[in-house]
């Protein structure tokens, strides 16, 4: 039996690092707006954060969006926010078990407090 296609009902916008520089012409570091996409959320248990050695003080979950040109070139080095938490990215995106180039699942990471 084929996995149930994942239900598509929150908004993440992934933010990529740049840098621009400010009125002395000095660089500074700066988050820019990449692209939006509709996305599945699936938290940790709790076990699984105390687990990963975060005793609670972080929210894993994952997030998981359609796979396209521009969803495929995320890496660990973006972030994105989700309902006005920033999230950082744990791990390069990876294919879920829908099929080639369906969908990617992303591990994200926020301060729990």
């Known amino acids: 039996m084929a996995p149930r296609e994942p239900i598509l009902d929150r908004e993440i916008s992934i ?39 975060d005793l609670g003080s972080y929210q894993i979950s994952w997030f998981v969006v359609r796979s396209d040109t521009e969803t495929r070139t995320i890496t660990a080095a973006d972030r994105f926010t989700h309902d006005g938490s920033t999230w950082e990215i744990r791990e390069r995106p990876k294919e879920t078990q829908h099929g080639r180039n369906r969908y990617l699942e992303i591990t994200g990471i926020r301060d729990a407090d």
């Open 15 to 53: 933010e990529r690092y740049t840098t621009a520089p400010n009125t002395l012409n000095e660089e500074i570091k700066t988050w820019a707006p990449y692209v939006t996409r509709w996305a599945a959320r699936r938290d940790a248990a709790s076990a699984e954060n105390v687990k990963a050695g």
